[in-house]
């Protein structure tokens, strides 16, 4: 019923030319190479200049965000599990929430397009594997935080999520 007066209705992707298809998944191996630059320098002990670079990359339009927020939420985990700080917890804890979420919302969309990086795997193979990365990371948070209730739901989440 809803979706009569225009609510909860899809977006429409348009279809893509081979040529269009190729830029993005270009686009995408390039995004891909800023967000292993950035974590390249947390293991230099400089997490501040890859999260800068991030923030570069978030202010060009076409940077697929998928993937910054990966990158972002990685950084923060580090950040996170080195100080056992509550409140870097919770920050790294929303990011990868986020990662979570723009996961499946970019693996949809790459499924509908036929966007296809490999061969070998299908369309939007890629973003299942980020989605796996994020949720894993989020699960661990979630059971360093000490609190028997949100280890419980680490748990859960892991043995109920999607397995497509």
């Known amino acids: 019923m809803f979706k009569v007066f225009g609510f909860g209705a899809k977006e429409e992707i348009p279809e893509l030319s081979q040529e269009e298809k190729t830029k993005a998944i270009l686009k995408q191996a390039h995004d891909f190479e800023q967000a292993l ?7 230099d002990d400089n997490a501040d200049e890859g999260l800068a670079l991030l923030d570069e990359s978030d202010a060009k339009e076409a940077s697929d965000q998928t993937i910054n927020a990966l990158a972002r939420g990685v950084i923060e985990f580090l950040e996170a599990t080195l100080g056992f700080e509550a409140e870097e917890m919770k920050k790294a804890s929303a990011t990868l ?33 980020t989605y796996t990365e994020s949720c894993l990371l989020h699960a661990l948070l979630m059971i360093f935080s000490e ?10 989440k892991l043995l109920t999520r999607p397995r497509n």
């Not at 630059?37 to 293991?43: P, Q």
């Not at 979420?101 to 973003?127: C, D, F, H, M, N």
């Not at 609190?147 to 859960?156: Q, R, Y």
């Open 147 to 156: 609190s028997m209730m949100e280890a419980a739901k680490a748990i859960l």
């Open 37 to 43: 630059r950035a974590m390249d320098y947390v293991l």
């Open 97 to 129: 929430a986020k990662a979570e979420a723009l996961s499946l919302k970019s693996r949809e969309r790459a499924q509908k397009i036929g966007l296809k990086s490999s061969s070998l795997y299908p369309p939007g193979t890629v973003y299942a594997v």
